[in-house]
């Protein structure tokens, strides 16, 4: 499991009164399977939080752990990296090799695997994403959305139990934001895997079992999707907006429009009317 115990951060900076912590007093639990999606505007600690928690940085104060591994402890820190990855906003920042192929075997052979084994992975982890007919071509030439997939292949390869998306599809077109967020539902649900997404993409945000909303470094809200996307205005106030549908209803509910529930999706929409 993740556990995150009074964590706060602050970045390094030669004036002592312009320091400011970027995240400030958080405490989370994630279980081993869990799906957490991170919303926040800009500037709220969102990706501070993924770098704190792929052990790219480090606690000013508190402690991560990831199952009996503490982020800070130097011992094991290739340890705690190997089973916390992370996929990234821009996936041609993660982009070292010539081919596909290459690329997705890159963070297998730094855990030294044995090559029989260390085949085996990446050809099933480039086949779990759907890019087996690239396998030769040069990352370079993808789309958006096929390097993200290759990128995502590069971490199940080396079979990390917690993956941490800092906004995998801000970078893509609606087509590969779609197939980007199922393939990230299929490592949750049928893989087991623990998923921390964070977003700015509130549609993105109703397949997770909790949402965090981070506010100036601190928990703002936490809850559920319906919990937490049925607080239209606090949502508002904290700069954020809810899914598109959701809003219509409140905004419809606001007029004398009964529903038993705001709705989360277009579905649940037309189920209530």
């Known amino acids: 499991m993740i556990k995150i115990e009074n964590l706060s951060y602050s970045?390094?900076?030669?004036?002592?009164?312009?320091?400011?912590?970027?995240?400030?007093?958080?405490?989370?639990?994630?279980?081993?399977?869990?799906?957490?999606?991170?919303?926040?505007?800009?500037?709220?600690?969102?990706?501070?939080?993924?770098?704190?928690?792929?052990?790219?940085?480090?606690?000013?104060?508190?402690?991560i752990w990831i199952d009996d591994l503490n982020s800070k402890d130097d011992n094991s820190?290739?340890?705690?990296?190997?089973?916390?990855s992370m996929v990234f906003q821009n996936p041609d920042n993660q982009m070292v090799a010539t081919t596909v192929e290459e690329e997705v075997a890159f963070g297998v052979e730094n855990l030294q695997v044995p090559n029989p084994q260390l085949r085996e992975r990446v050809d099933n982890a480039i086949e779990l994403v759907g890019m087996s007919d690239f396998k030769t071509r040069n990352p370079a030439n993808l789309s958006g959305g096929q390097k993200q997939r290759v990128s995502i292949a590069g971490v199940v390869a080396m079979m990390s139990d917690y993956i941490i998306f800092d906004e995998p599809t801000a970078m893509l077109d609606p087509k590969g934001r779609k197939d980007v967020i199922k393939l990230v539902e299929e490592l949750n649900k049928n893989y087991g895997k623990t998923i921390i997404y964070i977003t700015?993409?509130?549609?993105?945000?109703?397949?997770?079992?909790?949402?965090?909303?981070?506010?100036?470094?601190?928990?703002?809200?936490?809850?559920?999707?319906?919990?937490?996307?049925?607080?239209?205005?606090?949502?508002?106030?904290?700069?954020?907006?809810?899914?598109?549908?959701?809003?219509?209803?409140?905004?419809?509910?606001?007029k004398g429009v009964k529903f038993d529930k705001l709705p989360l999706s277009i579905d649940e929409f037309l189920e209530s009317i």
């Open 200 to 254: 700015h993409y509130m549609e993105e945000a109703i397949i997770a079992d909790k949402i965090i909303v981070l506010d100036k470094g601190k928990v703002a809200l936490e809850g559920g999707a319906r919990e937490v996307f049925s607080k239209v205005d606090q949502m508002k106030a904290l700069g954020l907006t809810v899914p598109q549908v959701t809003e219509t209803a409140y905004e419809l509910s606001k």
């Open 77 to 84: 820190i290739w340890d705690y990296r190997s089973k916390c």
């Open 11 to 63: 970045y390094p900076s030669n004036d002592e009164k312009e320091s400011h912590f970027a995240l400030n007093g958080i405490n989370l639990e994630a279980n081993k399977g869990d799906f957490i999606a991170v919303l926040g505007h800009n500037g709220s600690g969102k990706s501070t939080l993924g770098k704190l928690l792929n052990a790219q940085i480090f606690p000013s104060i508190g402690d």
